[in-house]
């Protein structure tokens, strides 16, 4: 792992009896690839929660850059440098893409006019849709919906990069120019977390493979030697056969 970026301390979070981590501990690195996967339920988009600021622990710590972040709210901590896409995209309709990518460098980056300018024009070319910059929102197919949500992250100018499910409904080949996108991004010094079912896009691109069940890490190492062990396979490849072909 590279210089630690993001922290995680024996986190816990339960609403009721439903946990949702539980004592969950983690570290990624500055230029880390990551992946995150386990069975629907598991606390995967929680996680993702407990790290952007969305959800509050009911215990332990959450540093960024050796910074206690835990009590900060999620507007807070992406402009501490924690950008994040969700797993539907739910653009702003009415506006062109440049302005959604634009309003997300402002409120969700804090960059002033000219920066924020900047922050969005990059984002679309990163993305590959500065072509579609014009068009409204609402005209998108579903593949450049993807795009504009990991444009939008990007243009907060994060340090790390949270990938909820960006790839789940496309084709092999979209899904292929996705991780693409996505490499680079990564190359390019941001970290990068992807929780994914669609288990090829990640081995295609993670150097490290994190396994989530009932809120907790059930395996955590090289993709390959993951996805062999007996537990991941019995609570995640053995019970939902469609996450392997998806």
Not at 164 to 189: H, K, S, Y
Not at 213 to 229: C, K, M, R, T, Y
């Amino acid at each position: 792992m590279s210089e630690k970026l993001l922290e995680l301390s024996h986190v816990t979070k339960r609403f009721g009896r439903v946990v949702i981590a539980e004592d969950l501990s983690l570290a990624v690195g500055a230029a880390d690839a990551i992946g995150i996967v386990g069975p629907n339920g598991a606390g995967k988009t929680s996680l993702f929660g407990l790290i952007s600021g969305d959800l509050s622990p009911d215990a332990g710590r959450v540093s960024l850059a050796g910074r206690t972040v835990t009590r900060l709210d999620a507007a807070a901590r992406c402009r501490a440098g924690i950008g994040r896409t969700y797993q539907v995209p739910r653009p702003f309709a009415g506006m062109t893409v440049f302005e959604n990518v634009l309003v997300a460098a402002q409120q969700g980056g804090g960059l002033r006019r000219k920066a924020s300018y900047a922050a969005a024009g990059a984002a679309l070319e990163r993305t590959g849709i500065a072509g579609e910059a014009n068009l409204p929102a609402s005209r998108l197919g579903l593949l450049q919906r993807k795009r504009l949500e990991i444009a939008r992250a990007l243009a907060t100018k994060p340090r790390l990069l949270l990938l909820d499910e960006v790839a789940g409904g496309l084709t092999d080949p979209e899904v292929t120019a996705l991780v693409d996108i996505v490499r680079g991004i990564n190359a390019e010094g941001i970290a990068v977390v992807w929780i994914e079912h669609v288990v090829r896009a990640l081995t295609s691109f993670v150097t490290r493979l994190a396994c989530l069940h009932a809120g907790q890490f059930v395996g955590d190492g090289a993709p390959a030697e993951v996805l062999a062990s007996p537990r991941v396979r019995e609570v995640y490849l053995g019970g939902d056969r469609g996450d392997q072909k998806s």
